[in-house]
């Protein structure tokens, strides 16, 4: 490796060539399971740092090593491809309020934002350019006591709209919800620590997806875009962009199979 001064000036330089523009955001999601990733699991394996690979040992279940290889693997190498100078290896973060991990290093890239979701099965990674950003995944068939929950963290009229559909479909358009409530919540920074209650969620034509908050003067329901869509059969999965009207979010969706 360089010397750190010349090479935090070499990728300085290099990160100029950054391939997100102001609206840019591109979303990454990838299997976790060995037989899935095939190669590219020592690949996301390869460039972890010493501490993620510690963290990483950690974990008694296989499973929950190769999630955490892939999720933390996926990162790197999504950052790398939108700044094609700076090496997966490269990229150093540090903790903002409530745990939400942020660049570091390089700090020319520090504009750049970008948020994990881990599933059972599935990895979500999203990075933009100067824009609050936050996924979500979750498993469809996950076991839960969705009607304790939904009186915790759903709005009367998302009650409402649950309790009006098919049993059969109740599960799931509670998943539908809740995902883009945690998608919101990490884009704001704000994760758990955000009530839940005071945010709804509303389906309109085509699935056009809008939000109602009740903190009024915090926050701008017309700064936000939403998207939702199933990147696997068993999974769902939610973006959250804060986007004002002057710069609209152009979304790429990346093959769950590849590495950037």
Known sequence: MADTGERRGDVQSA?????????????????????????????????????????????FFDRDRWAFAVAH???RFALSWCSPGVDPTDWTFRPESHGRPEIDWPMAARAVRF???????????????????????????????????????????ERDVVESMPTGQRVEQFI?????????AKARGLGLSLNFNSVSFHFGRDQAISIEVDHA????????????????????AALAIRCPPSVPAIVTHHRCDSIP
């Open 176 to 184: 539908r919800l809740w995902t883009l409530k945690e998608a919101y």
């Open 73 to 75: 693997g996926l990162v």
């Open 15 to 59: 990160f100029d060539n950054i391939r997100l523009a102001p609206g840019d955001v591109h979303v990454w999601t990838s299997r976790t399971e060995p037989a899935q990733l095939g190669p590219n699991l020592p690949r996301y394996i390869s460039v972890l740092s010493g501490s993620e690979r510690e963290r990483m040992q950690r974990f």
């Open 217 to 236: 003067g915090q926050d701008s329901p017309l700064d936000w875009m939403f998207q939702q869509w199933a990147p696997a059969d068993t999974h769902i």
């Open 115 to 157: 948020n994990i979701s881990h599933s059972d099965g599935l990895i979500g990674c999203v990075v933009t350019r100067n824009a609050d950003c936050g996924i979500d995944v979750e498993r469809l068939n996950r076991r839960l006591n969705f009607e304790l929950l939904a009186r915790n963290v759903l709005t009367r009229s």
